[in-house]
């Protein structure tokens, strides 16, 4: 079956190190997401992806960066982590092409900058 | 500046009874709005809609969508157990830097047997 994973599924940090989130999907899917998660907030858009080589940002794209050499992976990277980056992080794919698709979630990364 | 507002935060209810959930948005160039139920993990799909007064169904949930005043509403009726979570409403909007779906902060759900 098809699906969506990310890891690792937890991850603490130290503040200022580097650290990159693995998303796979084998959906075929030429979109891809990544949020973050917080209480209060909601999902929040960080990144996405249309295609391979495509990359945009999103609502609270400051400190992330992603790249997509192919259809699979979207892994985003924390250039230098902060304790405000603590959060639960989900990818998502979707079908693509023109609006109103349903997006398809990861299980999610829980991450712990200390 | 873009944002959806679902209402209420939190609900209790005891099973059987019939629960409406709101989401208010307010999206540049709206293009399409989601549900989805969030328990202890990953959201899962419940519903999109991108027309106005047309009523989508699954079971026990519905939903539908007025674009005139900018709200959706999710309809559980004969709630179980099983209906616990959180549900989130998304909008989709599209924009110059490309389409951006903008999330509520979820309205959890529980229901006491």
């Known amino acids: 079956d098809a699906e969506i994973t990310q890891s690792p599924r937890h991850k603490i940090t130290e503040t200022g190190r580097q650290v990159t989130l693995a998303c796979h999907q084998t959906w075929n899917h030429n979109n891809m997401f990544w949020y973050r998660q917080d209480l209060g907030h909601g999902l929040r858009l960080i990144h996405y992806?249309?295609?391979?080589?495509?990359?945009n940002k999103g609502e609270v794209s400051d400190g992330y960066s992603v790249s997509r050499s192919n259809t699979e992976d979207l892994p985003l990277t924390l250039e230098s982590a902060a304790s405000s980056q603590t959060s639960v992080y989900f990818c998502?794919?979707?079908?693509?092409?023109?609006?109103?698709?349903?997006?398809?979630f990861g299980p999610g990364t829980r991450l712990t900058v200390t | 500046e873009d944002k959806v507002v679902q209402s209420p935060l939190s609900l209790v209810v005891h099973e059987g009874d019939t629960v409406t959930l709101n989401c208010s948005y307010e999206?540049?160039?709206?293009?399409?709005l989601l549900w989805y139920k969030q328990e202890k993990k990953a959201p899962t799909f419940l519903f999109m809609l991108t027309s106005s007064g047309i009523e989508k169904k699954s079971g026990r949930l519905s939903s539908i969508l007025d674009k005139k005043e900018l709200f959706s509403i999710l309809n559980i009726t004969a709630t179980q157990t099983g209906d616990s979570a959180v549900y989130l409403c998304a909008v989709e909007g599209s924009g110059w830097t490309g389409n951006q779906f903008y999330f509520g902060t979820g309205t959890s759900l529980t229901v006491i047997p």
């Open positions: 999206v540049t160039n709206f293009r399409s």
């Open positions: 998502a794919s979707s079908v693509g092409g023109t609006s109103g698709y349903e997006q398809y």
């Open positions: 992806s249309y295609g391979v080589h495509d990359t």
